[in-house]
């Protein structure tokens, strides 16, 4: 028999690197991932200044991931903290030795998404998760229950939930957060909740945190360890596991996709309010009392409601078609 050469070697290596987890996830979701970046950037100059000078657009924008992000590390924490017989009992070993693996507590976002929103929007924790607990929506309640019946059958596919969720906030989430934090330093008015009573020193970071990660790499360190830890347990994973894996990460971008034009809808409906302490409100209310009659005041608010709403869908439709003409156009080529 004749043995291998270095060529037919080298075949076999670069064959083994197509066909990891990671490569084969990001070659079968390229179009969704695609799709679904168009959407975000699309409609993030909407939640940034001059369109909105508060942060409520993107708090609100927020509140619709973190419940996803909620759902799948609080599974996964429980999950991993099973004792040895009852994992045993309820989860393959091997799926239970690799989610076991590749947990990572400095990369949990909960926590840092609840604190966000408390900060942005001046609730208490209490209310957040309560906020949380209670958001409306078809599409958020789908992707929720699709969440939970398919984890409950495959809990292997929290791995996907995990690099998707994750790897997002390394790649174009970089891109983002220079974005919101432009935003949150010049036009959000923010920074007076940011001074520390000790040094008065800003936090950039501060209602920012779900972008941010502990360390002197601010990541990057956990990005490359969760990468490696994923490639030791790629072998403790079968075929149809592997498979199951990435067609969930199509269907996260399927849902994630629906939920940010679903938002479109929530937002168009309700425009957001700028918050009561805005110097532009107080003055507005000072004016109205004392300057307008009684019944003109709901007239007013009734008109600026109207033109809010009318703005936000205009900008909305406009985004849509151009959505719209760009798939058309690569459908075409």
């Known amino acids: 028999m004749a043995e291998p050469t270095a060529a037919s070697s080298t075949t076999v290596a670069n064959s083994s690197i197509e066909n990891t987890l990671p490569k084969?996830?990001?070659?079968?979701?390229?179009?969704?991932?695609?799709?679904?970046?168009?959407?975000?950037?699309?409609?993030?100059?909407?939640?940034?200044?001059?369109?909105?000078?508060?942060?409520?657009?993107?708090?609100?924008?927020?509140?619709?991931?973190?419940?996803?992000?909620?759902?799948?590390?609080?599974?996964?924490?429980?999950?991993?903290?099973l004792q040895?017989?009852?994992?045993?009992?309820?989860?393959?070993?091997?799926?239970?030795?690799?989610?076991?693996?590749?947990?990572?507590?400095?990369?949990?976002?909960?926590?840092?998404?609840?604190?966000?929103?408390?900060?942005?929007?001046h609730h208490s924790l209490e209310e957040v998760d309560d906020v949380l607990e209670h958001m409306e929506g078809l599409q958020l309640h789908l992707f929720l229950q699709h969440f939970e019946q398919t984890c409950a059958a495959k809990p292997h596919v929290l791995i996907a939930y995990a690099w998707v969720m994750y790897m997002a906030l390394f790649n174009g989430g970089r891109w983002i957060r220079a974005q919101l934090l432009a935003a949150k330093e010049s036009s959000w008015r923010l920074s007076s909740f940011?001074?520390?009573?000790?040094?008065?020193?800003?936090?950039?970071?501060?209602?920012?945190?779900?972008?941010?990660?502990?360390?002197?790499?601010?990541?990057?360190?956990?990005?490359?360890?969760?990468?490696?830890?994923?490639?030791?347990?790629?072998?403790?994973?079968?075929?149809e596991q592997r498979q199951d894996i990435v067609d969930e990460a199509l269907s996260i971008f399927k849902y994630l996709a629906l939920l940010v034009e679903e938002l479109d809808d929530i937002v168009a409906a309700k425009p957001l309010p700028v918050p009561s302490t805005h110097p532009s409100t107080l003055w507005s209310r000072l004016l109205m009392k004392h300057f307008l009659p009684l019944g003109m005041v709901e007239l007013v608010y009734a008109f600026l409601?109207?033109?809010?709403?009318?703005?936000?869908?205009?900008?909305?439709?406009?985004?849509?078609r151009q959505s719209e003409s760009a798939d058309d156009d690569r459908k075409r080529r």
């Open 24 to 81: 084969q996830i990001n070659s079968a979701t390229k179009s969704s991932h695609t799709h679904l970046n168009r959407l975000i950037l699309a409609r993030l100059p909407l939640a940034l200044p001059p369109h909105s000078q508060s942060p409520e657009a993107y708090a609100t924008g927020l509140q619709r991931i973190a419940p996803i992000y909620l759902s799948f590390e609080s599974l996964w924490g429980e999950i991993v903290d």
């Open 84 to 121: 040895p017989l009852e994992a045993s009992q309820a989860i393959d070993h091997r799926v239970f030795s690799a989610l076991k693996h590749l947990y990572i507590p400095k990369m949990l976002r909960s926590q840092s998404l609840r604190s966000d929103i408390s900060y942005l929007l």
């Open 194 to 239: 940011d001074s520390t009573a000790e040094s008065g020193e800003v936090d950039p970071g501060v209602g920012l945190a779900f972008w941010h990660f502990p360390g002197e790499e601010d990541g990057e360190d956990l990005k490359n360890e969760f990468k490696a830890r994923l490639n030791d347990v790629e072998g403790l994973l079968d075929a």
């Open 305 to 320: 409601h109207w033109i809010s709403t009318r703005h936000w869908y205009g900008s909305i439709m406009a985004i849509r």
